[in-house]
C-alpha cells in the first residue's frame, strides 16, 4: 500500500467567498496491491497529501498486511472503528477512503465487474449520468455570466457558481448569471462564507432568482443555524463535503438541515460508508449529490456510487482547467450533451496514465 502525491498549480486562480483564492490543487492517490498482484487505485480528499501519506504508511498498511482485501466490510472496521472515538472526523477519515475505494476497485477486478454492478446499481439503461458544470469561480458579473452561458451551449443543464462576498455584490453575479443561463437549474455555492444573518439574506435574494440549491451557507459545526435556514428559506440547502461517516450525516439528516445531501466518496469514509450515508439520506427522503472536486480517479468512484444509489439526482462535474482532472487517466471521463457515460471495465473502470502522474508528482 503507498501513496501517490499529486500537485498541480493553476494558470487561472480560483475565486470563492471571503477573498479567498486557490492557486494550486492537489491529490493524493492511494494505491493498494494484494498478494495476488491485483492492483487497485483509490483517492483521499482534504489532508494535506504529505499527512495522508504518513498514515497510510504508518497506520493503515500494517493494519491490511495479510488481510482478505474482498472482506471490505471487516476491513473498513479494522481501519477506521479501533480509532474511530478518537479519530471521528478528518485526516484519519479521508485516508481511510481513499484505501477503501482501492480495495472496491480490486473487488471489481478480481470479480470481473465495474463497481456499481459490485454495489447493487444499474444506470437505468442510459449507461450515463446528468451532470452540472462545477465550477464558476468568482469574477466581474459579465465573466461568469459569459462562461456560464458557454456551459449550457455544452450541454449542461446545471451551472453552479461560487458567491459569498457580500449580499450587493452576491446579487448582482446571480442576477447576470440568471439571464444567461435561462432555464438551466443554477446553484450557488457559499464555501461556509457567512454568519447566520448574513446567510439569512442572502438566502431570500437568491430565491428571488430561482437559485436551485444553495450550498454551505454557514460553516459545518452549525448544524442548528443549518436547520434553522433548511426550515425558514425557500431556498434549498446544500451541505455535507464537509461532513464524515453516516454517524455525523444521521446528525444533519435528524436535525432537518439538509435537503441536498453532499457526501465526498474520498473524504467521508470511503465508497463503503458513502453508500451507507445515501441510503440514510433516501430514509429522510434527503436528495443526494455527491461532492466530487478532484481527479478522474475520484470521479469514477462518485459515479459509481451515484450509479447504486436511488436517491442520486446531480454528478459535479469539473469544468475549470485542471491538468489532474483528465490527463491522469489513460481514458479520460468525458461529458457529452451534459452526461458522463459510466466505466463499463473491471473495478473502478479507470487506468492511470503513468507519464502524466510522473509530470505532476510531488
Ligand atoms: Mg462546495
Not at 462518485?302 to 490527463?327: C, K, R, Y
Request: proline share 5%; with cysteine.
Amino acid at each position: 500500500m503507498r501513496t501517490v502525491r499529486l500537485r498541480a498549480g493553476l494558470d487561472r486562480p480560483l475565486g470563492v467567498s471571503d477573498d479567498r483564492t486557490i492557486d494550486a490543487r492537489t491529490a493524493c492517490l492511494v494505491v493498494v496491491e494484494t498478494d495476488a498482484g491485483v492492483r487497485g487505485v483509490g483517492e483521499a480528499v482534504g489532508p494535506p497529501s504529505a499527512v495522508t501519506e504518513r498514515i497510510v504508511d504508518e497506520r493503515l498498511a500494517p493494519r491490511l498486511a495479510g488481510a482478505d482485501p474482498l472482506a471490505v466490510e471487516r476491513q473498513w472496521r479494522r481501519l477506521l472503528t479501533d480509532d474511530l472515538y478518537k479519530e471521528r472526523k478528518g485526516a484519519v477519515v479521508a485516508a481511510v477512503s481513499g484505501v477503501d475505494i482501492a480495495l472496491w476497485d480490486i473487488a471489481g477486478r478480481t470479480r470481473d465487474e465495474p463497481v456499481y454492478r459490485l454495489l447493487g446499481g444499474d444506470t437505468g439503461g442510459t449507461g450515463s449520468l446528468r451532470a452540472y458544470a462545477s465550477d464558476l469561480f468568482w469574477d466581474d458579473p459579465e465573466r461568469m455570466a459569459d462562461r456560464a452561458a458557454s456551459y449550457v451551449e455544452q450541454g449542461f443543464t446545471g451551472v453552479k457558481c461560487h458567491l459569498g462576498r457580500g449580499l450587493a455584490a452576491d446579487e448582482a453575479r446571480v442576477a447576470a448569471l440568471r439571464d444567461a443561463v435561462g432555464d438551466a437549474a443554477l446553484m450557488v455555492d457559499l464555501n461556509c462564507g457567512y454568519d447566520r444573518a448574513e446567510a439569512r439574506r442572502v438566502g431570500q435574494m437568491l430565491a428571488d432568482y430561482d437559485v436551485y440549491w444553495y450550498e454551505e451557507p454557514l460553516a459545518p459545526h452549525d448544524v442548528a443555524g443549518l436547520a434553522d435556514l433548511a426550515r425558514s428559506l425557500d431556498v434549498p440547502l446544500a451541505t455535507g463535503e464537509n461532513e464524515y461517516t453516516k454517524w455525523g450525516f444521521r446528525d444533519l439528516f435528524e436535525a432537518g438541515a439538509v435537503d441536498y445531501a453532499m457526501p465526498d466518496a474520498m473524504r467521508c469514509g470511503g465508497l463503503t460508508e458513502a453508500k451507507k450515508i445515501c441510503a440514510l439520506a433516501e430514509a429522510h427522503g434527503v436528495t443526494v449529490t455527491p461532492h466530487c472536486f478532484t481527479t478522474g480517479v475520484g470521479l469514477a468512484a462518485t459515479m459509481h456510487l451515484a450509479a447504486a444509489t436511488p436517491a442520486f439526482e446531480w454528478l459535479e462535474f469539473d469544468v475549470t482547467d485542471f491538468p489532474l482532472f483528465g490527463s491522469l487517466l489513460a481514458e479520460p471521463l468525458t461529458v457529452e450533451d451534459g452526461r458522463v457515460t459510466l466505466p463499463e471495465a473491471p473495478g473502478l473502470g479507470v487506468d492511470i496514465d503513468v507519464p502524466a502522474v510522473e509530470e505532476y508528482r510531488v
